[in-house]
């Protein structure tokens, strides 16, 4: 531990320096203790806790099947919030660097040095676990808030509990947010950032007919490539992803609503209660899906397999020649994990697109060769415009 209370690990992998801070901000140990509390209710196997005393989201990040037998038992858990900082310190260098070499070693490619700097924070709301800084972050530094409750809940909790700790959660969470500071290198972010600037001044004049939804609905479009991508990195190893016709037009409908929406209100709303795939904002998984989409016609190129399953029947598709009648057939369907090459393929392909609306056209192509139809395909460019042109009175140009 430093003077100044943080951790520092370093380490040199493929030639660069790399060095890891944590510093514990705000997540204090009152928090701490008040939280390991809560894991101990939640995963003590009587019936559930009163959620409305617990936020939901802190209920699902903590409740864990594994633990009940073992906290059922009686172990006595005592709360120690320096063991805590260290040990999660170390665990979490430890995957930074285990994800540097094995699984994401293009991201130090070519580079001296890189610096991560972790902030250990007060914050569990849904999909906020952890959050990649652009606005600090730099070429050889990444700024990364990430959850204390997250951190108690998915480390030190099941360590003291069976000595196991969730890595996988900590790996899937960290190569996220590292696509998230690729795509920042790319200029991706202050690209948005400079068409949001754009809108706001548009707004001002009421004879543009601006939407009060735009705002949403731009960045939600930018999200489907850029969270789509992160999240394709995320499930490198998922073994099943659900693809659903059913959630493609709901999604297709809120997406429409939120572009014919007049009030800021109503659009929050829109995105809170009907853009959502289990609970969660629809563009992670359906960017996801596209990206899979662009995988499956590396898959037939490179001639190699995977399984595709009935959500009902269980029944497997023989040859991808097959796949839009299957998904007719099925309505939903479990995408397994694909071939490392094939996968590999579509990243370095989907990596190097530079616009939001490149993502959309990418996918296109790959439903094109798939034989996809329209009430499979998740967006096409006719959606794209009609989005945009509803919520900018037709004159999406103004946003180029
Ligand atoms: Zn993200």
């Keep these: 531990m430093t003077a100044e209370g943080s951790f520092l690990f370093q380490k040199t992998i493929a030639k660069t320096a790399v060095s890891v801070e944590i510093i514990f901000k705000g997540y204090t140990e009152q928090l701490f203790c008040s939280d390991i509390e809560i894991l101990k209710l939640v995963n003590s196997g009587k019936s559930a806790p009163d959620k409305q005393n617990i936020k939901l989201r802190q209920y699902d990040i903590f409740k864990r099947r594994s633990l009940i037998k073992i906290i059922k038992k009686g172990l006595k858990i005592e709360p120690n919030y320096s063991f805590f900082k260290e040990f999660c310190s170390q665990i979490f260098a430890k995957t930074i660097f285990n994800v540097l070499k094995n699984d994401f070693p293009q991201f130090i490619k070519n580079k001296e040095k890189m610096h991560f700097q ?4 007060n914050k569990y709301e849904y999909r906020c676990l952890a959050n990649h800084d652009f606005a600090r972050s730099q070429k050889d530094l990444m700024v990364l808030q990430f959850s204390g409750s997250a951190l108690a809940g998915r480390v ?5 509990c069976r000595k196991r700790v969730d890595a996988s959660f900590l790996e899937r969470t960290l190569i996220h947010e590292m696509e998230h500071q690729l795509e920042h290198l790319k200029g991706l972010y202050q690209e948005e950032e400079k068409i949001q600037q754009k ?17 949403y609905l731009y960045e939600t479009l930018c999200n489907f490539y850029t969270e789509g991508l992160a999240t394709y ?6 073994a099943f992803l659900t693809f659903s016709l059913e959630q493609i037009s709901h ?3 809120a997406l429409l609503k939120l572009s014919l929406c007049d009030s800021k209100t109503e659009a929050e709303k829109i995105l809170l209660k009907d853009f959502k795939i289990k609970g969660e904002d629809a563009e992670y998984h359906l960017g996801c899906l596209m ?8 898959t037939i190129r490179l001639k190699k397999k995977v399984t595709i399953i009935s959500a009902k029947t269980k029944e497997k598709l023989t040859d991808l020649k097959d796949l839009m009648s299957f998904i007719l057939n099925s309505r939903e369907i479990r995408l397994g994990k694909l071939d490392e090459k094939a996968w590999d393929s579509a990243y370095q392909m989907l990596g190097n697109i530079t616009h939001h609306s490149d993502f959309i056209k990418t996918y ?17 460019m006719e959606l794209y415009k009609t989005l945009l042109n509803n919520a900018t009175g037709n004159h999406s140009e103004l946003l180029k």
Excluded: M, R
């Design 233 to 238: 990195l995320e499930h490198k190893d998922t």
């Design 156 to 160: 030190y909790f099941p360590w003291l």
């Design 251 to 253: 999604a297709k409908e």
């Design 199 to 215: 809108i706001k001044l548009l707004s001002q004049n009421p004879t543009n007919h601006i939407s009060p939804g735009l705002p």
């Design 291 to 298: 990206a899979y989409f662009v995988a499956l016609t590396e």
């Design 364 to 380: 296109l192509k790959a439903c094109h060769e798939l034989k996809i139809t329209q009430v499979a395909v998740i967006i096409d």
């Design 118 to 121: 972790l902030e250990i924070i």
